[in-house]
Structures are given as structure tokens and as C-alpha cells.
């Protein structure tokens, strides 16, 4: 049997170079991207980097520095993240036979017996520049035997551009030589804690790491860092997963733009995260049993109260109807609600997952056919939703949503909204 060999393709600097690929007059020009409420930096362009721009850094605190060399800000354009990366996706999927998509911007792809008829390193310059006509994006691939190799491979072919963006891992003293270059916490699954132990042990390189007896490791750490370690060696511990697994959860969260004091505002607001939380459950073919609502004043403002509360509901049966969960969650807000506080953030969260139909329904629960088409009026609003835009919501989510999230410096949907195509002049 052949040896597994894993390819890692990580978008560079994905967020900012999907803001800069609809506006070519910022080539060279510094971005950022901001979180929720335009916060705190999330996302840098390389020169940004260059500019001792620190990921997570409160936008207050760097604004003299953007000021002073030109640095363009986005709020976070969620539509237009996920739309590329889906393009990207799907060119990756159409060059290897098994693809997992890890996260918005990186994807593993199973590249075992492809060495027999092409050069790997070839394959990953092909896959650079095939992503690059079709999308304007740039990725950098890393090549080996193991998935946590492969990430340091690919981490090697962003630092080093003699590279050209792509770094071939497989051959055990390429593997030795860039293991003793880079420190412990480099490392796929080396956390700030984990490294500090190992530190303490006469760990600090990779190498030293990969060169640890994997039982000792085992005794002092977990099977995780053994795993790690056994990793490090070439011995392929971490499958290839085609299918995402289901979600144990989901939360539907966001800190206001606002203050609310209102308590018709919290229930709009309540209502659009129960509206979003749905949604997604339909979307993992999902029903939920368990909600869970909560609201808080900020922790971190003087002139606010502190005030955190949650309540939560079992419902009869599972289910993913919005309208259901819209009725549970306004009774559950009835009994948090308090007047007198400025509420900084809300949410809700759907738990208790179960598949469609495997649930036993009680006597006195809702006939089949009834449910049957509860769940097609759902999937039809889903349906015209994701064609058309936020065409159909329910009334309590009301209009004008004044305590939305600041995006202020939001781009336009350029590749999901007919309105918003880049038009050439």
C-alpha cells in the first residue's frame, strides 16, 4: 500500500485579500478587516503585517498608525468570505479525488498515489495557479505524509518565498531539517500552556518534539500529543474527513451596536437569532429539542449595571420549525428580562440534536403529515431566502433593527448581489 501523502491549501491572508480583489486601486495598499461592531482587527493584508499590526489589536489603539500610512479598513463581509471560499473550494474538489474542507480558507486534499504519475511539487504549483486565474486568490500548499506535517509544510511556504508558495514534505530529511528550524509551538495542536510544559522539559523545537518518546509523552501529556508527536514522524494518525461532523450545537450570538433598553428591540433581536439559529439547523438536516436563551449587560463599561441571565426550554419533541422556537424563546425572554439595564449582547442556543424521524413521537404530538408540511414551508422560505436575498422573515424581527451590529465600513456583496457587480468603466 502506498504511504498517505496529505496536501494543506491555505488561502493567504483570506479575508483581506478577498477585500482587495475587487478593488484593484489598493494593490499595495495596507487593509485590515474588523470584527463584529468593527472592534478589533481580525484580518491583515501583508502589508499591514509589515506594520506591526497585531492580530485582535483594539481598533482604537492602532488608529493613529492606520492614519498615519494609509491603512483602508473593511468591516467583515461575511457573504462575500464564504462565496469565495466555496469558489476555491470547488477547484480544489475538482483536482483531487477527496478533499476536507478544515475551514473558510484551508482545505486538506487527499493526494495518495499521486506522486506515481506527477511530481507533487509540480501538482502544487498547478493547484496555485489554477486558483489564482479562476478566483484572483493566492494559496500556498503544503505537501506530506501526515496532516500535522502538512500544516508546517505549508507554514514553511508562506515564510519562505524561494519557495514559490509551495513546500514538498515528504522526504524524511526535508522533514528533520525544517522540524529543527521551527519552535514547539508551531506545531498543529501546541497551544500556550502545552508549550510552556514542554518548555519546562527541554522542549523548544519541533524536532525535539517529534524526537520525544512517544509513551513518555503519552504519561505526562495526553493521546492527543502523543498522536502529535507519532505525526511528527511520518506515521499518518489524523484521517481525512470528507464529511464535516454534525454540530452538537448551535449559538446564534451578537454584540449590539447599540445599547438596548427597549424591550420590543431585544425581542426583534432575540427573534433574528432564533430566525438564523433555525436556518442553520435545517441546513445540517438537523432537529433541535433544546433552547436556550440568554442576555448580559457589558463587563467591561463602568457606567452599566452587571447583569447576566439565561434561561432555557425542553421542548415536547424535536423540531426545526422557526415558528416553534419564535414561541419558546419570547416566553423564556418574558422571565430574563429586566427593566433598568442597557443590554450589551443576546443570543440563543439549539441543542439536543436528532435526525428527521428517528425521534418517537408521543401520543399527543402533531400528526406526521402536519409536520410534514411544517418542514416544506420552512425549506421553501430557506429556498427563496438563499435566491433572492432576505426576501421573507417573520414580522417579530422587525425592520428597521437599529440595534444591528456597527458595519460601517462593510464592502459590497460583489459576487451575491446583482445590485452590488463590479461594473468596468
Known amino acids: 500500500m502506498s504511504q498517505h501523502i496529505f496536501a494543506l491549501v491555505d488561502c493567504n491572508n483570506f479575508y483581506a485579500s478577498c477585500e482587495k480583489l475587487f478593488r ?17 482587527v481580525v484580518a491583515r493584508s501583508r502589508e499591514a503585517k509589515k506594520l506591526g499590526i497585531k492580530m485582535g489589536v483594539p481598533v482604537f489603539q492602532v488608529r493613529e ?23 476555491v473550494m470547488s477547484l480544489l474538489e475538482s483536482l483531487a479525488p477527496r478533499v476536507e474542507v478544515y475551514s473558510i480558507d484551508e482545505a486538506f486534499l487527499d493526494l495518495t498515489g499521486v506522486d506515481f504519475s506527477q511530481n507533487l511539487t509540480e501538482f502544487g504549483l498547478t493547484a496555485r495557479q489554477l486558483v489564482q486565474k479562476c478566483t484572483g486568490i493566492t494559496v500556498c500548499v503544503g505537501i506530506a505524509p501526515t496532516k500535522t506535517l502538512a500544516k508546517l509544510a505549508n507554514h514553511a511556504a508562506k515564510t519562505w518565498q524561494k519557495t514559490r508558495g509551495v513546500v514538498d514534505l515528504t522526504s524524511k530529511e526535508r522533514q528533520r531539517k525544517l522540524l529543527a528550524l521551527l ?8 497551544g500556550g500552556k502545552l508549550t510552556k510544559r514542554l518548555q519546562q522539559l527541554g522542549v523548544d523545537t519541533a524536532l525535539q518534539l517529534a524526537d520525544a518518546d512517544p509513551k513518555f509523552i503519552r504519561q505526562h501529556f495526553s493521546v492527543m500529543v502523543e498522536r502529535t508527536v507519532r505525526e511528527l514522524n511520518g506515521e499518518s494518525c489524523i484521517a481525512l474527513e470528507e464529511m464535516a461532523p454534525t454540530k452538537k450545537q448551535i449559538v446564534s450570538s451578537r454584540a449590539f451596536g447599540e445599547r438596548i433598553t427597549d424591550k420590543q428591540q431585544m425581542r426583534e433581536a432575540i427573534s433574528e437569532y432564533i430566525s438564523r439559529a433555525c436556518k442553520k439547523l435545517r441546513q445540517e438536516q438537523q432537529e433541535a429539542k433544546y433552547l436556550t436563551v440568554f ?14 441571565a439565561s434561561k432555557s426550554v425542553e421542548l415536547d419533541s424535536p423540531t426545526g420549525d422557526t415558528r416553534i422556537f419564535l414561541a419558546k424563546a419570547m416566553q423564556l425572554l418574558d422571565g430574563l428580562w429586566l427593566d433598568g439595564y442597557r443590554y450589551a449582547k443576546a443570543g440563543v442556543m439549539l441543542s439536543d440534536f436528532y435526525d ?39 414580522a417579530s424581527q422587525g425592520t428597521k433593527q437599529d440595534w444591528s451590529m456597527k458595519r460601517e465600513l462593510l464592502s459590497p456583496a460583489y459576487t451575491t448581489n446583482w445590485r452590488d457587480l463590479p461594473v468596468a468603466k
Open 24 to 40: 484593484p486601486d489598493l494593490a499595495d495598499t495596507p487593509v485590515v478587516v474588523l470584527s463584529n461592531n468593527d472592534g478589533c
Open 65 to 87: 498608525l492606520m492614519q498615519k500610512h494609509g491603512v483602508v479598513a473593511f468591516s467583515s463581509n461575511y457573504a462575500l468570505y464564504a462565496d469565495m471560499s466555496q469558489r
Open 183 to 190: 519552535p514547539v509551538d508551531e506545531v498543529w495542536g501546541i
Open 295 to 308: 442576555l448580559r449587560t457589558s463587563p467591561f463599561s463602568d457606567k452599566d449595571a452587571p447583569y447576566s
Open 356 to 394: 428527521p424521524g428517528v425521534h418517537q413521537p408521543g401520543l399527543f404530538d402533531e400528526p406526521l403529515i402536519k409536520k410534514e408540511s411544517d418542514h416544506q414551508l420552512m425549506q421553501l422560505i430557506d429556498n427563496l431566502n438563499a435566491k433572492h436575498g432576505k426576501t421573507i422573515w417573520f
